[in-house]
């Protein structure tokens, strides 16, 4: 089995502070692997180091796409070759429509890769089919991005960029956190419709209950910045059962 | 003291220097050891102007000289374009003009300041009146010289009932000055003054502007926005004051500044002088820096770091070019500000 992301013996450090301390991790090609963690373990961090957020220093390590060194690359580089973060807390963008937002990074990303850009007509095409999918009003991307949206919105919002930049890798930052039970529902199926055989998820939580909806390959645990346990699917039942302390001994 | 006088008379010590309260951010007397030499006289404009092909009339200023009253007839409606042109071989000069609105009439004045020359010295003043009921959008290009020093005023008096409103924009120049003066009387009536800044290298434009509202029933609203970058520096001085008896005064000011680099500069002063009761007035001042958070998730989604910029800080000052109510010269201005940041528009 090929492997898409596979990061080996990562440290990260926000302003001289290590988070991510030694941490190992690989996703094969077409699987979705669930992070879970402790508040404070690093699970923002790994995933914002890994679309190369500014002020996440990797002090040692490697992290590799298909092969290809990450972290050499670009935050829009990154994104030009498959990386899409799912924001925690998307960003809200007064005065530029949601639509032309989209529009904008997906020819970026198209032009970055050698191939033509979208033509207006097949890009709203694409759009509209994607936004039918999550249930989400068409009219609502004409408004500038995220303002006034609501949390479940925005999140949709986050779901609706994937579905349209059709990334590699995904990577969904507490993408539950906010969510009612219906609108759960509505991502957790938007992002099981992308899954496939040439994609790798990353899903980063803290509950279970995401995962009772996209169901994981593989769960990982994420404790002081470094993967201490790693298992099948139901592993994320054993640490709602048991909690995150059975592993705060393992890191120290 | 004026810049105007020191000018006609050729005495250095007329000009307002950085000891006047108000003239501290844009010093002249520093600045300017000897005037050039007087601008040679010219009839006409060689080229056409930023607003070319919007107007029904045009009115030519060059070098100073020019029809010096302008006049739009009770209930008419008019597009005019009037242009300030500092000649390739300006060098001092005023140049004057008077524009009177009449009752009911609308007006849309489109005006540019053309800096053909390079480091020129000139005033411009502007006397304009909103007769009863009448309608003024003005919109002004301030395209002067990177060399160039220029202080543009216009002092406009309102009527009861009439609207004025107002959007500059401007890169700026060696030193400039646009000020804008209006008598309000209240009675209904309505101002718009807006304003957007896009300054780089050693450029610098001050936008100050004075409302006076003397009587009750007024609404003022104000928004400037800016940015700047390299060294250069931007200056806001927005005065409303309410007078005594100019009570349910409705006026909102709001200046708001990007900062893009360590050596360029913002100064701000905000002032609200209520002596009336009664009144609602609101101000917000902001300056800072680009949203990191906002170009990291730009840049996340795949844009170029430079066309992430672009984006933002075109939708930052976007919002004060799509309150310019002519649709031609909002799409003017668009291209203006697409041209200034390097974008599409």
Redesign the interface.
């Known amino acids: 089995m090929t492997t898409m992301l596979s990061i080996n013996n990562l440290h990260v450090s926000i302003d001289g502070k290590a988070i991510l301390d030694g941490l190992t991790l690989d996703v094969p090609v077409g699987e979705v692997h669930a992070v879970m963690g402790p508040n404070g373990a690093g699970k923002s961090t790994l995933s914002y180091a890994l679309?190369?957020?500014?002020g996440y220093e990797v002090t040692a390590g490697s992290a590799t796409l298909n092969g290809d060194d990450l972290l050499a690359l670009?935050?829009?580089e990154?994104?030009?070759r498959g990386v899409?973060?799912s924001?925690q807390y998307?960003?809200e963008?007064?005065?530029?429509p949601a639509l032309t937002?989209?529009r904008?990074?997906?020819n970026?990303?198209l032009k970055?890769r050698g191939e033509a850009e979208i033509t207006a007509p097949a890009f709203l095409k694409l759009v509209r089919a994607k936004a039918a999918g999550l249930k989400m009003d068409f009219d609502m991307l004409k408004r500038?991005l995220n303002v006034g949206f609501s949390g479940g919105e925005k999140k949709r919002m986050e779901i609706l960029?994937m579905a349209v930049?059709s990334p590699k890798l995904a990577i969904l930052d507490e993408t539950d956190s906010g969510l009612d039970i219906d609108a759960l529902r509505i991502v957790a199926e938007g992002v099981n419709a992308m899954r496939g055989p040439d994609r790798s998820m990353l899903v980063i939580t803290h509950y279970q209950r995401l995962l009772d909806h996209i169901r994981p390959d593989r769960v990982h645990v994420l404790a002081a910045g470094r993967i201490v346990a790693s298992g099948g699917p139901e592993l994320a039942h054993e640490l709602e059962r048991g909690g995150y302390d059975q592993y705060a001994k393992v890191a120290a | 003291m004026s810049l105007a006088r020191a000018i006609t008379t050729g005495d250095l010590t007329q000009l307002p220097s950085r000891r006047d309260e108000d003239w501290r951010w844009s010093d002249l007397r520093g600045l300017i050891r000897v005037l050039p030499a007087p601008s040679p006289a010219h009839i006409g404009a060689g080229t056409p102007g930023p607003f070319a092909g919007l107007a029904n009339r045009e009115v030519v200023i060059v070098n100073g000289y020019g029809p010096a009253a302008i006049k739009v007839a009770a209930g008419e409606t008019q597009t005019l374009a009037l242009r300030f042109i500092a000649a390739r071989d300006a060098g001092a000069h005023v140049a004057r003009a008077a524009i009177e609105v009449d009752a009911g009439a609308t007006l849309t004045l489109l005006e540019s300041y053309e800096g053909e020359g390079t480091d020129y010295v000139v005033e411009r003043d502007l006397a304009i009146s909103v007769a009863k009921g009448a309608r003024l959008e003005r919109v002004i290009i301030a395209g002067d010289d990177q060399d160039a020093v220029s202080v543009s005023r216009a002092d406009i008096d309102l009527s009861p009932g009439a609207t004025l409103a107002q959007t500059v924009l401007t890169h700026g120049g060696k030193r400039q000055r646009l000020e804008t003066h209006v008598a309000h009387p209240g009675a209904e009536a309505s101002v718009r003054l807006d304003g957007v800044y896009v300054l780089g290298a050693k450029r610098h434009a001050d936008l100050t502007t004075v409302v006076t509202h003397a009587g009750a029933n007024g609404v003022t609203d104000q928004l400037t926005k800016g940015v700047v970058n390299g060294q250069a520096r931007g200056v806001f001085q927005g005065r409303i004051v309410v007078s005594p008896g100019a009570d349910q005064t409705d006026a909102k000011m709001g200046h708001h500044a990007l900062v893009l680099s360590d050596r360029a500069e913002v100064d701000a002063k905000p002032e609200l002088e209520i002596y009336a009761d009664d009144v609602a007035c609101a101000h917000g001042n902001t300056v800072g820096a680009l949203d990191?958070?906002?170009l990291?998730?730009?840049?996340?989604?795949?844009?170029?770091?430079a066309?992430?910029r672009a984006?933002?800080i075109?939708?930052?000052l976007?919002?004060v070019v799509d309150r310019i109510e002519h649709d031609g010269a909002r799409g003017v201005a668009r291209a203006w500000l697409a041209e200034q940041l390097g974008t599409r528009p």
Do not use: K
């Not at chain 1, 963008?93 to 530029?96: E, R, T």
């Not at chain 2, 998730?297 to 170029?304: E, N």
């Open positions: 679309a190369g957020r500014p670009e935050p829009n990154r994104a030009a899409f973060l924001f998307p960003i963008i007064p005065g530029v937002f989209l904008t990074a997906l970026a990303q970055a500038s960029q930049l | 990191d958070e906002s990291f998730y730009a840049r996340q989604r795949g844009i170029p770091e066309e992430a984006m933002l075109g939708a930052f976007g919002e």
